[in-house]
């Protein structure tokens, strides 16, 4: 999973599912995701509202074998919103990860989201299931 470069945010507004494509980054441990986003968006009033958040990652490549070979996470947990100045280590691991960010890490209405991963469902070969609880 911490290979590929983005996810599918999926949050709610008005109690109505909202999703948005991110680039994150991954602690080693997978328990926390970062992303950042500019601070008046609607996926962060979303956050600000309420922090429930899932993320889709995935490993398909856009080919019809990909239905029966592709791998799934669906990642659980709660995102909290931070200045970049409070998350240092997590904007070095989205300029490593995503340099050509740089500019956008450095603008001064951009924002770290912090998602802490509370369960993670893994879906392989379009129907086998894991299921981890943190």
Request: include cysteine; charged fraction near 20%; proline fraction near 4%.
């Amino acid at each position: 999973m911490t290979e590929q470069r983005f996810a599918v945010l999926c949050t709610s507004t008005e109690g109505w599912p909202y999703a948005g494509l991110v680039a994150f980054a991954a602690e080693n441990n997978l328990r926390c995701i970062y992303f950042a986003t500019p601070e008046n968006t609607q996926k962060t009033a979303n956050l600000r509202a309420d922090g429930r958040v899932a993320l889709l990652v995935d490993d398909r490549s856009n080919r019809p074998e990909d239905c029966q070979t592709g791998a799934a996470v669906t990642l659980l947990g709660r995102a909290a919103v931070f200045s970049t100045t409070a998350l240092p280590d997590a904007v070095s691991l989205l300029r490593n990860k995503h340099p050509q960010l740089n500019s956008f890490l450095d603008a001064a209405d951009t924002v770290i989201v912090r998602v802490q991963v509370e369960r993670c469902r893994l879906v392989e070969h379009f129907q086998t299931t894991t299921d981890i609880q943190f």
